[in-house]
Each structure stands twice: as structure tokens, then as C-alpha cells.
Nanobody, 126 residues
Framework: VQLQASGGGSVQTGGSLRLSCAVSGLPLDDYSISWFRQAPGKEREGVSCIRGDDDSIYYADPVKGRFTLSRDNANRMVHLQMNNLKPEDTAVYYC????????????????????WGQGTLVTVSS
């Protein structure tokens, strides 16, 4: 199993980035895929998640209306489109996969995920 996150970079306030998580070695229909982030000096927090069973998508309040999560089953990718970025979005972003994990997905809780990718750094300057 491998989750490979990519797409991070440096942008100015109001800019956009698209993060991608390439997933291999597990059936996407059986796994929820989530994005978390960890800012310097802060705890890791949930950003968004898509359920494997019914494609329900959940967002943390700080990113609602600005971030959009999507899944490309054919290419086994999960994308996080981030628009109108703010300095407070600066963090290392991680993708994670959990078998089933419907409850974890909806609540964006940190624990319970089976596999994690390496992080990709997003820096938003004012």
C-alpha cells in the first residue's frame, strides 16, 4: 500500500493549489481517503474526506467553500483543489486511507487511519 501526496508549493494569499494523492495497493471502493494538515507548532487536523462506499465528502469548517475534494477512480487519485488560500492554510498536508472508516471520515478525526502518505508542504504568504 502506498499513498503519495504531491502538489504543494508556495502561493500568495488568494492563490490556488491542487494537491493530489496517488493511491496504490488498496481498493478505493472499500477505503475512505482523507486529507489532514499540520501547521508549525500545531496539532494535525482534518481537512476533508471522501467515503469509499458512497462518495460522501466532508470538509472542516475553516476550508468549506474554498476547498474541493474529488476522486478519480480510473487513475487512482484523490485531489484537493484549494482556492482562495489564506496564510492560515500554511501547513504540511497529508493524505490517509482507512478501511471503511465512515465515522472517522465524517468526523475528520485523527485516529483510526490505516495508511498515511508523506506530507506535501503548502506555504501561503500574505
Amino acid at each position: 500500500v502506498q499513498l503519495q501526496a504531491s502538489g504543494g508549493g508556495s502561493v500568495q494569499t488568494g492563490g490556488s493549489l491542487r494537491l493530489s494523492c496517488a493511491v496504490s495497493g488498496l481498493p478505493l471502493d472499500d477505503y475512505s481517503i482523507s486529507w489532514f494538515r499540520q501547521a508549525p507548532g500545531k496539532e494535525r487536523e482534518g481537512v476533508s474526506c471522501i467515503r469509499g462506499d458512497d462518495d460522501s465528502i466532508y470538509y472542516a469548517d475553516p476550508v468549506k467553500g474554498r476547498f474541493t475534494l474529488s476522486r478519480d477512480n480510473a487513475n487512482r487519485m484523490v485531489h484537493l483543489q484549494m482556492n482562495n488560500l489564506k496564510p492560515e492554510d500554511t501547513a504540511v498536508y497529508y493524505c490517509a486511507a482507512g478501511f471503511g472508516a465512515q465515522v472517522f471520515c465524517q468526523s475528520l478525526q485523527l485516529g483510526g487511519w490505516d495508511h498515511w502518505g508523506q506530507g506535501t508542504l503548502v506555504t501561503v504568504s500574505s
